[in-house]
């Protein structure tokens, strides 16, 4: 097989959740442990830093290995879901995999793997665990897939343990409370490391309190010393930072919601800083700096282009949508023009309260078996009195925003990160 059959395969005979869903879901670690004891135990030989949390996850998985990578650290970053090529989910020093990687893999293991009927994410994260270990990696940066205490990353015993924030998300399988969630995410901590909550509230600090507590790890609650001075949005231009032990900094990631992801990686630093890592100052400056450039992440607040001004983000649930519903909001335009879709298990009606009522819609569907259909977007959006035609896919829908709007006008595509990886797909294949 070439590459990009190797590909076809691996989404084809393994259930893929971003495909299929509740079905691609496998409760337990036995599949987990079997890959890990049959590659020896690889994710025993480097370091890590493990990443749970409902929003924010890839943002401060990519900045920190940035920042370790300016360092001089060989950082592994392993994220999903990828949005353009596979191989963005694995990474050293920013490079993706090796095609020729995932094919020996596939070729060499499969006699092994297909018994076991693995899911996608069980048979990547083998994958993911069995490169690092033989690239050496100092440390790898490694982001919870789902939940955190069944998640298949979870056979690590990281430096620092790091969960962002919790909100109801993925409630069939984590639960339908805020402190079921915050429960599920909590058990990556694990004995004796330290672990760094970046937003928590009356619902889910008690949770992670307790959790430490029995675990013997000491716990740091972000919000409850902020790093940050003060933080200059500009959304198109990325932060300007003051910190308190970092100096003034420029950050390129532009999101409103990007604030409190660098409380939460400052604060991770400081305890890397304090196990005896080198990190200079120069390095946390430039890992914010340079975050696009060192790691290859797209999608946050992305600018594609500026007349019209063109940008996306991945923001799929009422927690990112919070922060998204202002945001659109500021750049000046003449319209506002938004192309949207969402998957199946996200709470649309929650979302469609943060959109902007002052917008001309182009509802769509991504590609994938989960996404709501183009009609039924439509639909709730009437609910929501959100007006607009619908399109049969993302970039028939970009093509029709963009043909509609003035040089003054903004167009934001998002719902979904798959709504964003057909749209980087699309500017990709029409380069």
């Known amino acids: 097989m070439d590459y990009k059959q190797t590909v076809e395969y691996l989404f084809n005979s393994t259930p893929v959740f971003e495909k299929v869903g509740?079905?691609?879901?496998?409760?337990?670690?036995?599949?987990?442990?079997?890959?890990?004891?049959?590659?020896?135990?690889?994710?025993?030989?480097?370091?890590?830093?493990?990443?749970?949390?409902?929003?924010?996850?890839?943002?401060?998985?990519?900045?920190?290995?940035?920042i370790l990578?300016?360092?001089?650290?060989?950082?592994?970053?392993?994220?999903?879901?990828?949005?353009?090529?596979?191989?963005?989910?694995?990474r050293v020093n920013g490079v993706c995999i090796d095609e020729q990687y995932v094919i020996d893999f596939v070729e060499n293991e499969r006699h092994f793997f297909e018994p076991l009927h693995p899911s996608f994410f069980e048979l990547t994260t083998a994958l993911a665990f069995k490169y690092f270990a033989e690239q050496k990696v100092d440390v790898a940066i490694i982001e919870v897939g789902l939940g955190g205490r069944l998640d298949c990353t979870n056979i690590i015993t990281p430096l620092v343990s790091v969960i962002t924030n919790i909100s109801l998300d993925h409630t069939m399988f984590l639960g339908d409370t805020l402190a079921k969630i915050a429960t599920e995410k909590a058990g990556i901590i694990k004995q004796n490391v330290p672990v760094v909550i970046g937003e928590a509230i009356d619902e889910t600090r008690p949770v992670f309190e307790r959790i430490a507590s029995e675990h013997n790890a000491p716990i740091v609650f972000a919000e409850d010393s902020s790093d940050i001075v003060s933080a200059k949005v500009d959304g198109l231009n990325g932060i300007d930072y003051t910190t308190t032990c970092y100096g003034t900094f420029k950050g390129a990631l532009g999101g409103f919601y990007q604030v409190k992801n660098a409380n939460t990686i400052l604060?991770?630093?400081?305890?890397?800083?304090?196990?005896?890592?080198?990190?200079?100052?120069?390095?946390?400056?430039?890992?914010?700096?340079?975050?696009?450039?060192?790691?290859?992440?797209?999608?946050?607040?992305?600018?594609?282009?500026?007349?019209?001004?063109?940008?996306?983000?991945?923001?799929?649930?009422?927690?990112?949508?919070?922060?998204?519903?202002?945001?659109?909001?500021?750049?000046?335009?003449?319209?506002?023009?938004?192309?949207?879709?969402?998957?199946?298990?996200?709470?649309?009606?929650?979302?469609?309260?943060?959109?902007?009522?002052?917008?001309?819609?182009?509802?769509?569907?991504?590609?994938?078996?989960?996404?709501?259909?183009?009609?039924?977007?439509?639909?709730?959006?009437?609910?929501?009195?959100?007006?607009?035609?619908?399109?049969?896919?993302?970039?028939?829908?970009?093509?029709?925003?963009l043909s509609d709007a003035d040089p003054q006008d903004f167009i934001f595509v998002g719902g979904s990160s798959y709504v964003v990886a057909d749209f980087l797909e699309h500017l990709q294949q029409n380069k």
């Open 22 to 66: 509740t079905s691609a879901y496998k409760e337990g670690l036995s599949n987990t442990l079997a890959l890990d004891e049959h590659f020896g135990h690889p994710h025993t030989h480097f370091k890590s830093i493990h990443i749970a949390g409902t929003n924010g996850k890839g943002s401060c998985s990519h900045t920190i290995a940035a």
């Open 69 to 90: 990578q300016s360092a001089g650290y060989k950082v592994g970053l392993y994220t999903s879901p990828h949005l353009v090529d596979f191989r963005e989910r694995i």
């Open 267 to 401: 604060h991770v630093v400081d305890l890397l800083r304090s196990s005896n890592m080198s990190i200079p100052t120069a390095c946390v400056q430039k890992g914010f700096a340079e975050v696009c450039a060192l790691t290859g992440l797209m999608g946050r607040w992305q600018t594609v282009r500026r007349q019209p001004l063109v940008v996306c983000d991945t923001g799929h649930n009422e927690g990112g949508w919070q922060y998204l519903g202002k945001q659109i909001l500021q750049p000046e335009c003449k319209t506002r023009r938004i192309v949207f879709g969402m998957v199946d298990d996200k709470d649309i009606d929650h979302v469609m309260n943060h959109l902007p009522k002052n917008a001309v819609y182009y509802f769509t569907r991504a590609t994938t078996h989960r996404a709501i259909p183009e009609t039924k977007v439509l639909e709730y959006g009437k609910q929501h009195n959100l007006h607009g035609n619908c399109y049969g896919s993302v970039a028939e829908a970009y093509e029709a925003a």
